[in-house]
């Protein structure tokens, strides 16, 4: 019997590999836990390959917030796809992926010029190829299924009133105003005038860029640069919507919110994508424009590239994979069977079966915009999404707020902008921005907010005073001047350029805003007033307080003299030295992650101290500075102030997560509290540290590595 077996399993493996079959993966991901949709790709294709006797077989890996670890977070599935791509896996054949992140992954894709006969390419909508296709002049993928945004105008508001479906902004606030005011006459308070939907994630920068778009001059028109008068006519404008028609809350509410009302019938108008099932009580239009004639609806939706790391067989049988979904004859099925669709072929807006069961008149009069392809999408949509909402919600000036984004697309343009800058979102020299983090500020308790409203002002001050430098600092073309891979960088030039820099950050601590921001224990006051802890928001701003007054601690605070105490000079000149010498280490550490959430944040900081060791022999130079600091009583001062900061907020972390942190670590606490002593009584012959290796200078070691580091992430801060 076991013979039998293996002899049909043999059998089988090599009929398989006479006749070439070859199993195509594709993976992708769904918001949804029953992806039956995108299953139904390949279900369609494997039933064609089947009928047509193409040995091929398509399977499908689908990641959701069930099935995987990713969670519900296209985010997530990106940096799982990146991770693939990047050691060059065969695992998966075809990655379906956001034409948002063609830059990151478009180097990974083959080339569909070479590979995909004309017809196929000519057919599709030349707007969509051109602005979401290619990328380095090669085709890297083709759409399969894409999304628009429409007006939802709700039909028993407007007949009852005798109002038309507005085809501007103007008319729709107008409208909006006259319905709302008489609906409130008959007590009707729940009728939501109009959402936009301007949440706090990729939907709300989406949203921005489309709404930007409607205020273009004309419908042939390009997207308004950041700077135009058509760009700053639109924020004011919908500002002015949010502030008389809607509110902040609204806005800023997410996707499932504006789905509920829109079913339930309780939206005057509202911005969404089209979606089946929730129009009956509305009229499904194009959003409104500046002037009549002119609209905006963002394309997204799910594209589909081929692996280059495949061999030449899983190739050819990707491409007559691709070739049968993009077929005219697949995308009239899927357009005729969703309704919901935007078409990938526009002739079939031609088509009289098509036109029968969907709109193809709304269709007619979309006018699409893409979100633009840059080098790291996250990056710029994350600009673009809090500066325009430090406005929008936070009141700073509109063009402030409109120069930050067009700064960013200028250094990207001017290739200024590398991997590392993009993983922060900097669009100046220095991104002091204390307002990327206004919502969990608004977030926090009532009483949290009123104890810390002080230190907040200071915070808020530093943002504007620092954003009105913003052509400052980029002039001061700090990437390339300090960054050690560019060719022709010097250390001199850096050191000039920080103290610059340096100066200018300090500067603002001196305004009357911060006097009990900078005041003696005024973080320590407020982690001890217990105030801030109902929730993760109060945590986040008590921490975003405590890190700017470090910063200030440890780089800003001056001798009596007037200069810099010893850690600052360091960090403006011997650090210097240091970082264009260890560039690649720095970069290494740089790049590690730290699992941090509310419930470990302290030992993850303790965590990143020990990490700090992998540098410790380029930091000797730091005995003298160690006993320079505490010699100079001012300079001492501040050192304890950072000692107070981070016992206090032990002590915090240890009452709210149940803990005691000396038990768990034991040895750490110890030689913490015993190397602080030297500071605490100046006994500053002591504070300098051994490179021996015996075991006692080696954990003191490693405490003063990790004290230290903190002192120059502090530091760093400000920078």
Request: glycine residues 4%; hydrophobic residues 35%; charged residues 25%.
């Amino acid at each position: 019997m076991l013979l039998f077996k293996i002899l049909t399993f043999i059998l089988i493996y090599l009929s398989k590999e006479l006749i070439n079959a070859v199993n195509v993966n594709a993976v992708t991901y769904s918001y949804r836990d029953s992806p039956q949709e995108i299953n139904k790709l390949a279900d369609m294709f494997n039933h064609y390959a089947k009928e047509n006797n193409l040995d091929i077989t398509l399977q499908l890996t689908v990641f959701t917030s069930v099935n995987s670890e990713i969670g519900n977070s296209a985010v997530n599935y990106n940096t799982i796809v990146e991770s693939f791509l990047n050691k060059k896996s065969s695992k998966y054949d075809l990655y379906f992926y956001d034409s948002a992140y063609s830059a990151k992954f478009g180097n990974h894709f083959i080339n569909l010029f070479e590979y995909l006969p004309n017809e196929y390419i000519n057919m599709y909508n030349s707007d969509i190829i051109s602005n979401t296709c290619v990328y380095n002049n090669h085709l890297i993928g083709l759409p399969i299924i894409l999304s628009y945004d429409v007006l939802y105008a709700n039909k028993a508001f407007l007949a009852k009133y005798n109002k038309n479906i507005p085809k501007t902004w103007d008319e729709l606030l107008s409208t909006a105003k006259y319905i709302l005011e008489e609906e409130k006459k008959l007590n009707n308070a729940e009728l939501l005038a109009y959402n936009g939907l301007f949440p706090y994630d990729k939907t709300g920068s989406s949203s921005i860029y489309e709404f930007i778009y409607s205020f273009r001059e004309s419908v042939y028109d390009g997207f308004p640069e950041f700077t135009s008068q058509a760009a700053h006519d639109a924020l004011v404008k919908l500002k002015q919507i949010k502030d008389e028609i809607a509110s902040d809350e609204i806005f800023s509410s997410d996707s499932n919110f504006s789905v509920s009302n829109i079913f339930m019938g309780k939206c005057l108008f509202a911005k969404f994508y089209n979606i089946a099932g929730i129009d009956q009580n509305y009229y499904l239009a194009p959003l409104p424009g500046k002037r009549e004639g002119i609209s905006s609806s963002a394309i997204t939706g799910d594209y589909l590239g081929i692996s280059k790391y495949i061999s030449e067989d899983h190739k050819n049988a990707a491409i007559e994979v691709l070739k049968f979904l993009i077929s005219k004859e697949t995308q009239k099925g899927l357009l005729m069977e969703n309704k919901n669709n935007y078409p990938t072929i526009s002739s079939l807006l031609d088509d009289e079966e098509v036109c029968s069961q969907i709109d193809c008149k709304l269709l007619r009069n979309i006018q699409p915009v893409f979100m633009p392809i840059t080098k790291d999408f996250d990056s710029f949509e994350s600009v673009l999404r809090d500066s325009t909402y430090n406005y929008l919600y936070y009141n700073e000036p509109v063009d402030q707020s409109l120069q930050k984004i067009a700064n960013y697309m200028r250094r990207e343009s001017s290739g200024s902008i590398d991997d590392s800058d993009l993983k922060s979102s900097h669009d100046s020299f220095i991104d002091f921005d204390i307002n990327d983090d206004d919502y969990e500020m608004e977030k926090a308790s009532d009483e949290c907010k009123a104890e810390t409203q002080k230190s907040v002002a200071c915070l808020r001050k530093i943002e504007s005073e620092l954003n009105s430098k913003t052509e400052y600092f980029a002039d001061l073309n700090f990437e390339n001047v300090c960054m050690p891979s560019n060719n022709g960088t010097t250390v001199e030039q850096c050191k000039t350029t920080v103290k610059q820099a340096y100066d200018t950050v300090c500067n603002v601590f001196d305004d009357d805003v911060c006097k009990d921001f900078i005041a003696d224990n005024n973080v320590v006051n407020l982690i001890n007033s217990s105030k801030c802890e109902k929730s993760e928001y109060d945590v986040s701003l008590l921490g975003k307080i405590a890190a700017v007054k470090s910063a200030y601690l440890m780089g800003c605070k001056k001798r009596k003299s007037g200069e810099l105490c010893p850690l600052g000079q360091y960090a403006t000149t011997t650090a210097i030295d240091f970082a264009f010498n260890n560039f690649k280490t720095i970069e290494k550490l740089a790049n590690q992650r730290y699992e941090r959430n509310n419930n470990n944040e302290f030992e993850a900081a303790l965590d990143f101290g020990n990490d700090v060791l992998t540098v410790a022999e380029a930091l000797e130079d730091l005995n003298k500075v160690l006993e320079d600091s505490c010699n100079d009583n001012t300079c001492n001062s501040n050192i304890i102030a950072l000692d107070k900061m981070i016992l206090a907020a032990k002590a915090a972390y240890e009452k709210n997560q149940k803990v005691d942190l000396t038990k768990q670590f034991p040895v750490i606490f110890e030689f913490y509290n015993n190397y602080l002593d030297n500071f605490r009584n100046q006994k500053c012959q002591k504070v300098g540290f051994s490179i021996e290796e015996n075991s006692g200078s080696s954990t003191l070691k490693k405490i003063t590595y990790t004290f230290v580091s903190m002192m120059i992430a502090s530091i760093l801060l400000l920078l």
